[in-house]
């Protein structure tokens, strides 16, 4: 696979031409799209010459299918107060995906029935065919309306989120803004934003409290449909965790609370020290303790976009043409304002093959690490973008996030490019290794929590409070003092957009920051061999499995333990070299 070039006009990647489609097909109704899954249906296949370009043409329309509602989520997250964007989403969701669904489920029947399967290699295609098993497993056309209810009540959490703004300074600011003041080194500032944020978010508790608890239900109801005890073994089945288990997820948990959170609590322990305080506060936990002005890494979008590029291309100009094309094909939304939904994220795009970045920047170095992990993202689709059978693009979140997470700690040797001060430079690199440290608690905690949620899923309100308020006791800190702000840490796994729009995925995170320190690590010793290999075992796609990938890129799928305690202590080494 060539990874050292992109073809482009005008900066602008060309379309992945389409051999059964039309190129210009709009779908307005299911009769747009209809007569293609019925030739698909009814076309004969009698050779393995057959059956290849039935899942060629079956992947175009997969593709096709898959970019659409792409650029309706996109559209409508960018602007969730055009009731417009939200009319074509829940059109599409409504009227299309029930539709395409069963005859895809059939396509796979068909797929795995015996005068068809006698084609194929199956040696070649096994990962592909046991994903297409599964799905055949847990599909009950019976659930097709819930999950369409499902999709449409996810969207009131973005929603939700999207119109919580504060007004300070007689400016109406979002949530994204109002966090960004908690670097200022005016204590009595940063109290004031808390407080307004504190005032804000608990207007919403309790609808965020009730939306999920429909969610919760809606869910157990799919899984009990498909015939599972509880949607957290139907999500397993679903997510296609073939290489690791329940168990796995619950040693695991335990082995973050042993190894990782004592020194997150020392870092705190630290910051109360340096900053001279009787008590930590929740506003003291993002301030430079030396009383130092916040570090500013770019001051426009166009500054962030194209200091990335020039930090991409010195690691390989292949990852800095990826941003670039980008750029030029308007696949970027990085800014935050009223009305755009929370977060960030990269979009694979399978038709168009550049994928689309989408985050709520305010310039800060929380939002270049977002950057240089979005990124990650988009090298990835890159990577993958022209195999021609859809589902080898469609990879699973553990390799999904081992991309990402890899460029962020990668990409910081660059770092330069973005602070021309020393101090500030060191001050970003020590900001990303904590980060890396304090995301595997809260990993291992919104996971273990959702254990529990779809475990006890008829549970109270007050229970569930209970429930999360006992693990912020074991994964959260003992050092910030909470008085008078109690609600907060109460709801604050409010924030975690998963939780609403994409249950049980979290836990990848933690598998896949293990895998990237390992493969920072690498990089370290050898920076040649560790792009090499990271390029090599993306460039797979969904052709092999997890582990095989994993090993591939020169690392362990492991998330044990010991190799939390291994990895641990190499961080911590760089964290002090810094």
């Given at each position: 696979m ?5 073809a ?27 007569p ?17 370009q ?84 847990i599909?009950r056309?019976?659930n ?14 973005r929603?939700?989120?999207?119109a919580?703004?504060i007004?300070?300074?007689s400016?109406?600011i979002?949530?994204?803004k ?14 004031k ?17 009730n ?5 919760v239900q ?13 949607f ?12 690791y288990?329940v ?25 109360k020290?340096?900053m ?14 030396s ?36 750029k ?8 935050s ?20 970045i ?16 979005e990124g990650g ?19 699973s ?8 997470m890899?460029?962020e700690?990668i ?24 980060k ?22 008829n ?20 050092i910030?003092?909470?008085t008078?702000n109690?609600?907060?840490p ?23 920051q293990?895998?990237a ?7 370290k ?10 390029e ?10 997890m ?8 690392i ?5 333990k010991?190799?939390v ?5 190499f ?8």
């Amino acid at each position: 696979m060539e990874i050292n070039h992109i073809a482009t006009k005008n900066n602008i990647l060309p379309k992945i031409k389409r051999c059964f489609l039309p190129e210009k097909l709009n779908i307005d109704s299911w009769n747009t799209v209809e007569p293609y899954f019925k030739n698909l249906s009814e076309r004969k296949i009698n050779s393995w010459q057959d059956l290849e370009q039935w899942l060629y043409d079956k992947s175009e329309v997969e593709a096709f299918l898959e970019e659409d509602m792409a650029w309706r989520y996109i559209k409508m997250s960018c602007d969730t107060l055009n009731p417009d964007l939200k009319k074509s989403f829940s059109f599409f969701i409504s009227e299309i995906e029930p539709k395409s669904s069963i005859y895809l489920n059939n396509f796979d029947k068909r797929l795995l029935s015996p005068n068809v399967i006698k084609y194929i290699d199956r040696e070649k295609y096994f990962i592909y065919l046991r994903k297409v098993q599964k799905k055949i497993e847990i599909f009950r056309e019976e659930n097709l309306p819930i999950i369409t209810q499902l999709q449409s009540e996810q969207q009131k959490y973005r929603a939700t989120s999207a119109a919580m703004t504060i007004k300070f300074d007689s400016h109406e600011i979002t949530m994204q803004k109002a966090y960004d003041y908690f670097r200022s080194p005016d204590r009595s500032l940063r109290e004031k934003v808390y407080g307004l944020i504190k005032e804000r978010k608990s207007k919403d508790a309790q609808n965020l409290h009730n939306l999920f608890t429909d969610l919760v239900q809606l869910r157990h109801k799919v899984a009990k449909n498909a015939g599972f005890e509880n949607f957290r073994d139907y999500t397993f089945a679903s997510l296609g965790r073939f290489d690791y288990n329940v168990q796995d997820c619950y040693d695991h948990h335990q082995a973050v609370a042993s190894e990782i959170v004592p020194l997150t609590r020392s870092f705190d322990e630290i910051r109360k020290k340096n900053m001279g305080l009787d008590v930590l506060k929740p506003w003291d936990t993002e301030v430079d303790t030396s009383g130092r002005a916040p570090i500013v890494p770019f001051t426009t979008t166009e500054e962030l976009i194209d200091k990335t590029i020039e930090c991409f291309h010195r690691l390989n100009p292949f990852y800095g043409d990826c941003i670039r094309i980008m750029k030029a094909m308007g696949h970027l939304d990085l800014d935050s304002r009223k009305g755009k939904a929370p977060g960030g994220f990269n979009y694979p795009l399978y038709e168009s093959g550049a994928p689309f970045i989408y985050m709520n920047s305010v310039g800060s170095v929380r939002d270049l690490v977002t950057m240089m992990h979005e990124g990650g993202h988009a090298i990835h689709s890159f990577l993958i973008k022209d195999y021609k059978i859809t589902d080898f693009k469609m990879i699973s979140s553990e390799v999904a996030e081992l991309a990402s997470m890899s460029m962020e700690l990668i990409s910081m040797e660059h770092w330069d490019v973005f602070f021309e001060n020393k101090e500030d430079l060191q001050r970003a690199k020590r900001f990303l290794l904590e980060k890396v440290v304090r995301i595997l608690p809260w990993v291992a905690q919104v996971d273990k929590f959702q254990h529990w949620v779809y475990m006890y899923p008829n549970h109270t309100v007050e229970e569930r409070n209970k429930k999360w308020t006992e693990l912020n006791a074991e994964f959260g800190s003992e050092i910030i003092d909470w008085t008078g702000n109690e609600i907060m840490p109460q709801i604050s796994w409010q924030k975690q957009l998963h939780i609403f729009e994409l249950p049980f995925y979290y836990i990848e995170y933690n598998v896949a920051q293990l895998g990237a320190m390992a493969m920072w690590r690498n990089y370290k010793k050898d920076p040649e061999k560790a792009l090499r290999n990271y390029e090599y075992a993306l460039s797979l796609g969904n052709t092999v499995s997890m582990k095989e990938l994993y090993k591939a890129a020169g690392i362990e799928f492991n998330f044990s333990k010991d190799y939390v305690n291994e990895l641990i202590e190499f961080v911590k080494e760089e964290y002090y070299k810094v």
